[in-house]
């Protein structure tokens, strides 16, 4: 079991940035394969941003986000950060991390379809002039 807490979460004007911080705790369990980042835009189905794997600490990023966003991982404090610059009102939504276990397949392919194992309860991101 992984419990995920989000923060940082707020309003903020076109070309600005916002940073989003996710405290997990696995307790005495095997730290999640990957971690990610996801949104749901008011009307639209919820959309992976990027994830990192833990181990080896690659990303991947939604295109739309790819040069603006960036995802890392503080192993030492089980922290996973989402830095968000040059923000659009296209970004506004709620934010959620998400991680996903050792079981067998593809972070990847779960990132895309959108089904980590594990979710925060999320924190409302707004891009507003």
């Known amino acids: 079991q992984v419990h995920l807490k989000e923060s940082g979460g707020g309003s903020v004007q076109p070309g600005g940035s916002l940073t989003l911080s996710c405290a997990a705790d696995?307790?005495?369990?095997?730290?999640?394969?990957?971690m990610g980042w996801f949104r749901q835009a008011p009307g639209q189905a919820r959309a992976g941003v990027g994830f990192?794997?833990?181990?080896?600490?690659?990303?991947h990023y939604a295109d739309s986000v790819k040069e603006r966003f960036a995802i890392t991982l503080d192993a030492s404090k089980d922290t996973l950060t989402l830095q968000m610059d040059g923000l659009t009102p296209e970004d506004t939504g709620m934010y959620y991390c998400?991680?996903?276990?050792?079981?067998?397949?593809?972070?990847?392919?779960?990132?895309?379809?959108?089904?980590?194992?594990?979710w925060g309860q999320g924190t409302q991101v707004t891009v507003s002039s």
């Open positions: 990192i794997y833990t181990d080896t600490h690659n990303t």
């Open positions: 998400a991680a996903r276990g050792h079981e067998s397949g593809s972070c990847y392919r779960d990132w895309e379809r959108g089904v980590f194992g594990y």
């Open positions: 696995s307790g005495s369990g095997a730290r999640p394969w990957c």
